[in-house]
């Protein structure tokens, strides 16, 4: 492979992302189960869920600044390296990212001080509300994003004017056609990653025989949750495939690995994608079930690579391991929530130190799925930069040479490693110190009256002056 800026360019924009898209993902299930913690806390007056709340919002105050950091720069590449795209489709996809700062970033940035600042300066009400708002700015931030990327991947309610796009309808701008299932795909990918790094924290400190009460509570909440997405994020990325079999189907081809394509196409399992000789090597698949996944037939007809131009094939050597990885680890989500449930009916759940070591070992597996998940998105997308109009060979900055390019991405290699290295030792030392001491509601004053009449003798009297 040449280096040239182009490939300089695409390296260094999956590499900020890679770093970017770990924050995001956590922060986002993260915000909200700080909100059910603040809701549970004003609801019941627990102090376990105040104590929590606190050190999860610690968590979460020291990934949201990582996440902003890495946002702010691939947001600069979109003048330094993507000009041109830029230019191209700014006066559709400008508004949209637009639209995320004014909403999302501004109502983060307003609440994120009371939230983080305020607990005892602000009524109980003021701070639950503070916290359910940052919660809600996450999730607006994704839904932008998410319809400014889904947008690219099936462009829809536009015009090409003089070589630049612009908008006939932003209803169908926003809501393109991917964009519902990749929304509900990634917001449900990002709870679970959440879910098991509480579970996982929680259960590191029960093998240690830490914050017993407070391991206790995370783990039976965080795998609660794993329990109900893990089905149903199997099922997400089933329909979202078939969306994506509609209309990206070469991208579907690279990922199932299938040259030929037609029916009764057999879901392989093993292969090495050999793109010049158009095959897999050491090949292993079940007969005619990649007709089914995709059909829901047998005898349904599926893409192949060869039904595609050369120059418009998306290079399956990749994406074919990473949608892999990403299947795969959906299954490991799944088999936890089973294991899960017998322990829990069996009354087993917080005495099996096996499963505890399990759950620590799985902390990461989210991280990974998202990452997985974005290389086959956007790599299965190649060679388009907004699919089947603009090609990614003509959205570079045409003045970038490979000497400004090759710095560039160096230097971020050497900024981030600086800075997500310092970030993430000291995001490890806070999970390993964990909660601190359980704060208990106060009473009201009517409560602490006391429930007999007290006698002159009461030592708790003190003699009038």
């Not at 796009?165 to 449900?188: C, E, G, I, K």
Request: net charge neutral.
């Amino acid at each position: 492979m040449e280096l040239d800026p182009l490939i300089l360019s695409r390296i260094q924009f999956a590499f900020t992302i890679s770093f970017h898209i770990l924050f995001p993902s956590f922060t986002v299930g993260l915000a909200c189960w700080i909100a059910l913690l603040e809701a549970l806390w004003v609801g019941t007056g627990k102090g376990i869920y105040r104590s929590l709340s606190e050190f999860w919002t610690r968590i979460f105050a020291l990934s949201f600044g990582l996440g902003v950091v890495s946002g702010i720069v691939m947001s600069y590449q979109f003048g330094t390296n993507w000009s041109r795209w830029s230019d191209t489709v700014g006066n559709v996809l400008g508004p949209l990212i637009q639209y995320e700062v004014v909403t999302a970033f501004f109502l983060e940035a307003a609440f994120l001080g009371i939230m983080l600042f305020g607990r005892d300066r602000v009524p109980r009400g003021i701070h639950l509300m503070a916290a359910c708002l940052v919660a809600l700015g996450t999730l607006l931030s994704s839904f932008w994003i998410l319809s400014a990327n889904s947008w690219m991947h099936t462009p829809a309610g536009f015009e090409i004017r003089d070589g630049r796009y612009f908008v006939t309808d932003w209803w169908q701008v926003v809501f393109n056609p991917s964009f519902p299932y990749r929304l509900a795909h990634m917001v449900t990918a990002m709870f679970l990653t959440t879910s098991f790094v509480v579970a996982g924290i929680s259960a590191f400190y029960l093998l240690k025989r830490r914050h017993f009460d407070h391991a206790k509570l995370g783990l039976s909440m965080a795998l609660a949750l794993i329990t109900v997405l893990a089905p149903l994020q199997i099922f997400l990325g089933d329909e979202h495939g078939l969306n994506t079999l509609e209309h990206q189907p070469a991208k579907i081809a690279a990922m199932e690995g299938n040259w030929e394509g037609g029916p009764r196409a057999p879901l392989i399992l093993f292969g090495i994608p050999d793109v010049e000789k158009e095959t897999n090597h050491w090949e292993i698949g079940i007969p005619a079930l990649s007709s089914l996944i995709l059909t829901h037939d047998f005898n349904g007809s599926v893409p192949g690579l060869k039904q595609f131009p050369v120059d418009e094939r998306p290079d399956p050597r990749i994406v074919f391991w990473t949608f892999r990885l990403m299947v795969a680890i959906g299954f490991l989500m799944l088999a936890v929530a089973v294991v899960h449930l017998v322990l829990r009916f069996r009354g087993r759940l917080y005495g099996s130190d096996w499963f505890f070591r399990v759950l620590v070992g799985c902390m990461p597996i989210g991280f990974i799925a998202i990452l997985a998940g974005w290389f086959t998105t956007e790599i299965g997308r190649q060679p388009w930069v907004v699919y089947g109009h603009m090609r990614t060979a003509d959205a570079v900055t045409p003045s970038l040479t490979m000497e400004a390019a090759l710095i560039s991405l160096l230097s971020f290699v050497v900024a981030y490693s600086i800075i997500y290295g310092a970030g993430t030792y000291y995001l490890i030392r806070l999970l390993r110190i964990g909660p601190t001491h359980v704060h208990d509601a106060k009473q009201p004053p009517e409560a602490q009256r006391p429930k007999r009449p007290l006698s002159a003798t009461d030592p708790s009297i003190e003699p009038a002056e």
